[in-house]
Each structure stands twice: as structure tokens, then as C-alpha cells.
T-cell receptor
Framework: GQQVMQIPQYQHVQEGEDFTTYCNSS?????IQWYKQRPGGHPVFLIQ?????EVKKQKRLTFQFGEAKKNSSLHITATQTTDVGTYFC???????????FGTGTRLQVTL | NAGVMQNPRHLVRRRGQEARLRCSPM?????VYWYRQLPEEGLKFMVY????????ESGMPKERFSAEFPKEGPSILRIQQVVRGDSAAYFC???????????????FGQGTRLTVV
């Protein structure tokens, strides 16, 4: 079955440093979404990418969808303590409606 | 427009009892997904339902677990004869009809934390 892996599993940065998480799918994706889950909370949608090579920005967050539509990345510039949480990518294949979530990257930010 | 509502937020069951988890999707959403999350782990897909239909249950354990989404009322995830390994957070998400084809976002509820003692 489809597998979606993320690296790193965990990253601890100091406030102001940059952070990147990478998402890799075993199969080609029709689209990819990113979610953020705060400790003790529920996943909250951040963004969706559909086109090959697409890049989208949200303030300090930059999302990229690979040319082959099998990988994606999320980059945060100048992290803040409010960025703490686990970041998940989630992908769909073909016309399948099921969202398969990645393994997640837990980000810890300290002052 | 209320978000996805799940109840109860916390549920404690003894081994062998039944657990019933409820999910009311957002207004206008007719698609419901259930995910399980073990502590410090990712979200594992369990089942995808539309009103009165199970569309994809490839992530559901073969025994003890069942799900429904009746014409009226919330979606129910039912776990019979719970065991300690069932302890987890169970999240429900909903999306509108168009979301299935266009791949729009899934809106998550706050989850039910099930503890089996």
C-alpha cells in the first residue's frame, strides 16, 4: 500500500533558526496537503499543493511540491515558539478520496 | 457554522467493554473519515464513509471495529470488547462533496481520547 514518510522525525531548534521537513511518498500523488497539530490538539489544515513543482508561501512558511509529485517540503524561516507542534503531510493518489498521512515531524522551539 | 463535533472528548473503558465514539460533521459535509493516533505517532486511516455508505474501510481492523454514518444523526465508530491496545486518540474529519473530487481540506474534530484500563 501507499506509504508516506517524513524526515526528520523530530527537530529541536532555537527561536530564529530555520526549519525544514521533508515528505516522501512511495507513489505519485494527485495532490498533497500539510497539517499542523499542536500538542494535545487536533490537525489543522495549512495548505494544499496540486501542480508539479508548485511553490506556495504563507508568511514565514514555504511549501513545495516536487516535479515528480512524489515528494514535498515545508520550510519555516526564523522559527518562533508559536511554531511548536507536529507537521504532517497528507497525500491522495489518483481519484482516491482517502488522505494518507505522513509520519510527521515534531518541532520544538526554545528561546 | 460549528466545526466537526466529537464526543465524548475522553472515554475510559474497562477491558471487554464497548466504546462508542460519535462524530457530527460540519454542516453541509457529507463525507466523514476516521483516523486513529497512538501517542507520539502519526494518523492512521481507518474508514471513509458517506451518508449510509462505507466507501473505504481498508484501515479498519477486521474484528471488533465497525463504523456507520446513518441518514440522520452522527457517524459512530464502535469498538467491541476493547483491549488495552485500543487506547489512542480517535479523530474524525469531514469534507464537502466537492472536496472528494477536488481534494479540498479535511476539517478535523478535537478527537476522542480512549483509555482502556
Amino acid at each position: 500500500g501507499q506509504q508516506v514518510m517524513q524526515i526528520p522525525q523530530y527537530q529541536h531548534v532555537q527561536e530564529g533558526e530555520d526549519f525544514t521537513t521533508y515528505c516522501n511518498s512511495s507513489t505519485t500523488l494527485s495532490n498533497i496537503q500539510w497539517y499542523k497539530q499542536r500538542p494535545g490538539g487536533h490537525p489543522v489544515f495549512l495548505i494544499q499543493l496540486v501542480k508539479s513543482g508548485e511553490v506556495k508561501k504563507q508568511k514565514r512558511l514555504t511549501f513545495q511540491f516536487g516535479e515528480a509529485k512524489k515528494n514535498s517540503s515545508l520550510h519555516i524561516t526564523a522559527t518562533q515558539t508559536t511554531d511548536v507542534g507536529t507537521y504532517f503531510c497528507a497525500g491522495r493518489t489518483g481519484t482516491a478520496s482517502k488522505l494518507t498521512f505522513g509520519t510527521g515531524t515534531r518541532l520544538q522551539v526554545t528561546l | 457554522n460549528a466545526g466537526v463535533m466529537q464526543n465524548p472528548r475522553h472515554l475510559v473503558r474497562r477491558r471487554g467493554q464497548e466504546a462508542r465514539l460519535r462524530c457530527s460533521p460540519m454542516k453541509g459535509h457529507s463525507h466523514v473519515y476516521w483516523y486513529r493516533q497512538l501517542p507520539e505517532e502519526g494518523l492512521k486511516f481507518m474508514v471513509y464513509l458517506q451518508k449510509e455508505n462505507i466507501i473505504d474501510e481498508s484501515g479498519m481492523p477486521k474484528e471488533r471495529f465497525s463504523a456507520e454514518f446513518p441518514k440522520e444523526g452522527p457517524s459512530i465508530l464502535r469498538i467491541q470488547q476493547v483491549v488495552r491496545g485500543d487506547s489512542a486518540a480517535y479523530f474524525c474529519a469531514s469534507s464537502p462533496v466537492k472536496g472528494v473530487q477536488l481534494g479540498t481540506e479535511a476539517f478535523f474534530g478535537q478527537g476522542t481520547r480512549l483509555t482502556v484500563v
